[in-house]
């Protein structure tokens, strides 16, 4: 399948997976710091050219799942797209988390480019966030950044940053997690 089309996320078209090397800061049961170690597995399905009248966009169907080391179930899973716009060169991610998160980050983008950040604020009109009520009330989500990385062709690293304001403390949570995956399988 020709991919030059898709730009910058052009690479990560396939399947991924990673060892139990992916870190996790969290907030724990009792709402202190939890960290934890992770393995992954991510897939990334192109769907062609996706029409909005004038803006053409390109796609890739995605889906991850993560475990903690010494857990049989997963812990976090993601289902959603990445879209690339060349006409306005952005880079997006539109995703949701079953516990009731939708995110749509995004930023602009070179279409060679080997490292991208895209980002999403609570209350921005075009790149934003939303929760349910509890999390509302309980995690306040107040911004999502994630920085990907192409270390070569089978490789790339990410470290995200979920910046949550808790109920009843006064310091912002940066909710961090990175990790470096290997390539599978190609389309």
């Avoid at 769907?47 to 390109?58: A, M, P, R, Y």
């Avoid at 997006?92 to 895209?118: D, L």
Wanted: hydrophobic fraction near 35%; glycine fraction near 6%.
């Amino acid at each position: 399948m020709d991919l030059e089309q898709y730009g910058p996320i052009a690479y990560l078209a396939g399947e991924w997976t990673s060892e139990y090397a992916g870190e996790n800061r969290a907030p724990a049961p009792d709402r202190s710091v939890e960290n934890s170690k992770f393995r992954q597995e991510i897939s990334f399905t192109p769907i062609g050219e996706v029409n909005n009248h004038e803006q053409s966009l390109f796609g890739l169907r995605y889906n991850t799942v993560a475990w903690e080391e010494g857990t049989p179930e997963p812990f976090h899973e993601e289902l959603g797209y990445w879209l690339w716009d060349p006409g306005r060169q952005e880079v997006m991610k539109t995703f949701v988390v079953p516990r009731g998160i939708a995110v749509n980050a995004g930023g602009v983008v070179t279409p060679n480019a080997t490292e991208f950040t895209i980002k999403a604020e609570l209350g921005s009109k075009c790149f934003g966030l939303s929760a349910n009520p509890f999390l509302q009330e309980e995690f306040q989500i107040l911004s999502y950044e994630t920085t990907f990385t192409r270390l070569d062709e089978d490789n790339f690293h990410y470290a995200e940053n979920t910046r949550i304001q808790m109920k009843a403390q006064s310091k912002v949570f940066d909710h961090t997690e990175s990790n470096t995956l290997t390539r599978k399988a190609k389309p």
